[in-house]
Nanobody, 127 residues
Framework: QVQLVESGGGLVQPGGSLRLSCAGSGFTAGLYSIGWFRQAPGKEREWVSS????????YYERFVKGRFTISRDNAKNTVYLQMNSLKPEDTAVYYCAAREGSLPLEATPLSYLYDFWGQGTQVTVSS
């Protein structure tokens, strides 16, 4: 049974940092493409970042590029999202999602292509 569990969210001041974790069980995370998505109140869920299963290529939504870093630790079956220079507009529930195999770059933001989802972790950026 595939499970994804996010953790690491919380309240942080603008300019601060958080590291989100997405721990997988029931599958080998290194064989899956993992995406991070977020959903703010009253808004649609949006893609944030992805890491490919094939070569660990990383992709970022343009508003987080340079501030967020996605990485994976296959030994721990975990994918991380390091978030620096956080802004109030980054406030949202963050979800990780998994899909077996690789995705082409243009497909990585498409949430319906991911088969498994975590329950989400709240990130609030506020002074």
């Amino acid at each position: 049974q595939v499970q994804l569990v996010e953790s690491g969210g919380g309240l942080v001041q603008p300019g601060g940092s958080l590291r989100l974790s997405c721990a997988g069980s029931g599958f080998t995370a290194g064989l899956y493409s993992i995406g991070w998505f977020r959903q703010a109140p009253g808004k649609e869920r949006e893609w944030v970042s992805s890491i490919s299963s094939s070569d660990d290529s990383t992709y970022y939504e343009r508003f987080v590029k340079g501030r967020f870093t996605i990485s994976r630790d296959n030994a721990k079956n975990t994918v991380y999202l390091q978030m620096n220079s956080l802004k109030p507009e980054d406030t949202a529930v963050y979800y990780c999602a998994a899909r077996e195999g690789s995705l082409p770059l243009e497909a990585t933001p498409l949430s319906y292509l991911y088969d498994f989802w975590g329950q989400g972790t709240q990130v609030t950026v506020s002074s």
